[in-house]
T-cell receptor, first 111, second 113 residues
């Protein structure tokens, strides 16, 4: 079993829809949780960075962390075609702070 | 632009050749990480530096791989005697400190023929 599980999709939604992306994890030592966006053949771009449980909002993006359920989510409101990309969840804990990634979810927003 | 930069962006090499990649982190970022990403997968940790010290290496980093960060600035990742299984995107990330967010470069795509 992988430490971080993420549905690879693809996920196709119409423009303007609310998108929900999720990851589950097994390592209770994880304390820092991130969402990255990656366009094809590009490096990952940091979208959200959260510590421990709770919600964080930034523009159209909301990140939620539920440590009791070992479950994290990213919500995208008013989705745009430019949001079409692969979304990677990542998490870390401990002195190394190395990131453990999910496989990524491929999102397509249809105009 | 003051983001993480990587060179070259794409490298094609024949099996058995040596290759070297370079990463320039964001200025004054103490931590530098190397990851490898294959198609359809998330990045996997390879190694990291705190300033010039290499503090951890993944079991993915075989003896053919070596990384350096002289003077705690840029870093190089060398792969000796490349194999077709080394074909991947090699990503570099930097962060200001131990528990801070990591910012990625554009990656170096390696193709071993």
């Amino acid at each position: 079993q992988k430490e971080v599980e993420q549905d690879p999709g693809p996920l196709s939604v119409p423009e303007g829809a609310i998108v929900s992306l999720n990851c589950t994890y097994s390592n209770s030592a994880f304390q820092y949780f991130m969402w990255y966006r990656q366009y094809s053949r590009k490096g990952p771009e940091l979208l959200m960075y959260t510590y421990s449980s709770g919600n964080k909002e930034d523009g159209r993006f909301t990140a939620q962390v539920d440590k009791s359920s070992k479950y994290i989510s990213l919500f995208i409101r008013d989705s745009q075609p430019s949001d079409s990309a692969t979304y990677l969840c990542a998490m870390s804990g401990g002195a190394t702070n190395k990131l453990i990634f999910g496989t990524g979810t491929l999102l397509a927003v249809q105009p | 632009d003051t983001g993480v930069s990587q060179n070259p962006r794409h490298k094609i090499t024949k099996r058995g050749q040596n290759v070297t990649f370079r990463c320039d982190p964001i200025s004054e970022h103490n931590r530098l990480y190397w990851y490898r990403q294959t198609l359809g997968q998330g990045p996997e940790f390879l190694t990291y530096f705190q300033n010039e010290a290499q503090l951890e290496k993944s079991r993915l980093l075989s003896d053919r791989f070596s990384a350096e960060r002289p003077k705690g600035s840029f870093s190089t990742l060398e792969i000796q005697r490349t194999e077709q299984g080394d074909s991947a995107m090699y990503l570099c990330a930097s962060s200001p400190g131990a528990q801070d967010e990591q910012y990625f470069g554009p990656g170096t795509r390696l193709t071993v023929t």
